[in-house]
């Protein structure tokens, strides 16, 4: 990295920078099975006739014996293609990756495979690592170039006595992944070129803070990577925000995580709440610099958005320039507040502000082309206590950045 050119950065769903290739595929096909097993245990409680059974403790071995009976023959996937073992395990991995929103897909595809040895729908939109039909010319680069890229970066060469010491490793860390996922111990064994390093030197001492989000159900990149990674930054610069979701990342999915990182991107401010427990945003930890939070009826009217800190926005005396569109627009935005708030009475005051905004701004407009030569600048008193009138919650009304 090079310190100096950082200004605001997200780092997300990161890779542990403490752990060489074999180690991370330990680490990640059980943070696959861990996954897994919530998947099985809510299809257990919640899905009727659930393909891995009715207990959670029975969806390994019925998914070990569902791989066995494709590893000796494969099921047709359509067009032409085959889904075997290996693909089983990717394109499971696969539904896993989109959290809760893939558990119903991935049970009305098990239950096809299962009960009429179809496996189109388990096989439709696996990626070229799990593809139904590995020995078909790839449709990308990408797999080439994550090789190429990988093992340059990484200098692991291991002999035969580590290959299948780490090969058994992966194989017991999980019962339905394992042996797909073992196979990745010879990625970069016979590659041709040295590496640069076993693990990624990341250290960024005297870069501005780095938001790092890691989701704690991620079955990709393992929760642990994302706090390995902060803390590898180096002080004052890794900044951890966790996320308390399964899936594989979680921006813009997750409405917390996707405020806590606009208004980073937009104010470079870091320390908000630290932990977004589901989609709910808790209050910050925190004011913005040079002030407290602006809401209420003038917040929104004058466009100070929840946790944003601009300074034109300071209570007091606001300069405003006034346009034909400004009033109609403060007084829409006065309105949106207060019914955030629950107050509608309120927010037919706001409109009527906004449409005695707008005489005041036909006005504005006449003045100025009456005398081309002035600006016509007004200057509008904005009292504190109007700010706190009507408090608006976290995401209620408006969304971050919205004008």
């Not at 190429?148 to 580590?162: H, K, Q, V, Y």
């Not at 070129?193 to 938001?211: H, K, M, Y």
């Not at 890794?238 to 990182?261: F, S």
Request: proline letters at 7%; hydrophobic letters at 40%.
């Amino acid at each position: 990295m090079y310190p100096s050119h950082v200004g605001r950065l997200v780092l997300e769903a990161s890779v542990d920078p403490t752990e060489d290739l074999n180690e991370e595929q330990v680490s990640q096909v059980k943070a696959v099975q861990a996954a897994f097993d919530r998947f099985a245990a809510h299809c257990a409680a919640r899905i009727r006739h659930c393909p891995t059974g009715d207990r959670p403790e029975e969806a390994a071995r019925l998914t070990a014996r569902l791989a066995d009976r494709l590893e000796k023959t494969p099921a047709p996937a359509g067009g032409g293609r085959n889904l075997d073992a290996d693909d089983l395990a990717h394109t499971v991995s696969d539904h896993l990756d989109l959290g809760t929103d893939g558990w119903s897909p991935l049970a009305r595809a098990l239950t096809a495979l299962i009960d009429h040895n179809d496996g189109g729908p388990l096989s439709k939109g696996a990626d070229d690592i799990g593809s139904a039909d590995r020995a078909a010319t790839p449709r990308d680069s990408s797999r080439a170039a994550q090789i190429a890229i990988t093992c340059a970066d990484s200098n692991l060469r291991p002999g035969f006595e580590r290959l299948d010491r780490d090969e058994a490793r992966i194989k017991a860390a999980s019962p339905v992944f394992g042996a797909a996922w073992s196979t990745g111990v010879y990625l970069c064994y016979d590659w041709p070129f040295d590496g640069e390093r076993a693990t990624p030197q990341v250290n960024a001492d005297g870069a501005a803070p780095v938001l790092v989000v890691g989701g704690t159900g991620d079955p990709t990149t393992p929760y642990p990577g994302a706090r390995h990674m902060a803390r590898a930054l180096g002080d004052g610069v890794g900044v951890l925000l966790t996320a308390e979701e399964g899936g594989h990342g979680t921006y813009p999915q997750n409405r917390c995580v996707t405020e806590a990182v606009d208004i980073y991107l937009r104010t470079g401010r870091t320390r908000l709440w630290g932990r977004c427990a589901g989609a709910a945003c808790p209050e910050a930890h925190t004011d913005p610099p040079g002030g407290r939070q602006h809401t209420g009826l003038f917040a929104g009217a004058l466009g100070v958005h929840h946790h944003t800190a601009r300074p034109e926005t300071a209570f007091g005396w606001v300069p405003v320039r006034w346009s034909g569109r400004s009033g109609r627009t403060m007084g829409r935005r006065a309105a949106r507040s207060l019914r955030a708030a629950s107050a509608p009475f309120m927010a037919a005051a706001g409109a009527a502000l906004g449409a005695l905004l707008s005489v005041g701004v036909a006005v504005a407009g006449w003045l100025g082309r009456r005398f081309p030569g002035r600006q016509a600048r007004w200057w509008v008193p904005v009292l504190a206590a109007a700010g706190t009138a009507a408090p608006m919650r976290p995401g209620a009304g408006q969304g971050p950045g919205t004008p």
